[in-house]
């Protein structure tokens, strides 16, 4: 089976797409390396001396050829979706089409990490990046067969995720990857709440102030409930508070 990666600049199509390839061992075609090797030229120079026009044009010439080829992943590049005929194509392939997304937040964050030179990202402010953002959402969602959230994983991650759709495709697959990166997410905020902690416990040893206060943890296991007992269980609420000044206790003390 074909596999096609759409979703925005930045995601991690390529990287995923190759990665993927590997592990179902089956080729690869990047879209983006496809057009600039038709052109003899990089992306940004295709962009710079031809227009984005042309560009689109390549782009849709080396979709209809790797349509041509059997069990292949194949990356697209993010603007795939701007294009009526590629979007023809893409609704009537048989291939399955999955969508990486990501929150615009890691998604920026991963741009400015990478060196690829893009050019509609190169001179384009916040708020256009914001509208072309939006405008390319619902783009990707008509198209996919499979929605995954990458944020806050790793590509061998998604490529897991990948693999077990594939392998047995359940109904909810959409939503345990994103229960995942809300796993992760919160995990990752208790590393950044360790960190507070260890320089509060540091503040607590130099200036001789006991550990525990036991009415600093009543009064913050009441804001909680305040705040999240409309959404949130009580018993979550505090169990979670128990669980983290228990641990917060214990990495005071060893200090
Ligand atoms: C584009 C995305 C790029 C590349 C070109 C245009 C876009 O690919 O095709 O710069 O319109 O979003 P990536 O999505 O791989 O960055």
Not at 183 to 211: M, Y
């Amino acid at each position: 089976m074909t596999i096609i990666l759409i979703g925005f600049m930045g995601v991690g199509k390529t990287t995923i797409g190759k990665a993927l390839a590997r592990t179902l061992n089956t080729d690869f075609i990047d879209l983006d390396e496809a057009v600039s090797i038709k052109a003899h030229l990089d992306i940004s120079k295709i962009f710079e001396q031809q227009g984005e026009l042309a560009f689109r044009k390549l782009e849709h010439e080396c979709l209809v050829d790797s349509l041509k080829h059997q069990d292949v992943v194949i990356s697209t590049g993010g603007g795939i979706i701007e294009n009526l005929a590629n979007l023809t194509l893409l609704t009537a392939t048989d291939a399955k089409i999955i969508w990486l997304t990501s929150s615009i937040n890691e998604n920026i964050h991963r741009l400015l990490q990478d060196t690829n030179q893009r050019p509609l990202i190169h001179n384009s402010t916040l708020p256009e990046f914001w509208a072309l953002w939006q405008e390319r959402q619902p783009k990707y969602s008509a198209l996919a067969d499979l929605t995954l959230d990458t944020d806050q994983k790793t590509p061998s991650k998604v490529i897991d995720e990948i693999q077990q759709h594939l392998q047995q495709p359940t109904p909810f697959d959409e939503q345990r990857s994103r229960i995942d990166t809300v796993d992760h997410r919160v995990l990752s905020q208790l590393v950044n709440r360790l960190a507070v902690v260890e320089e509060v416990g540091q503040i607590k040893r130099d200036q001789a102030i006991p550990v525990i206060q036991e009415s600093r943890m009543a009064a913050m296991r009441q804001q909680l409930r305040l705040d999240f007992s409309n959404q949130l269980p009580n018993e979550l609420i505090d169990n979670y508070v128990s669980l983290i000044t228990g641990i917060a206790i214990k990495q005071e003390q060893e200090l």
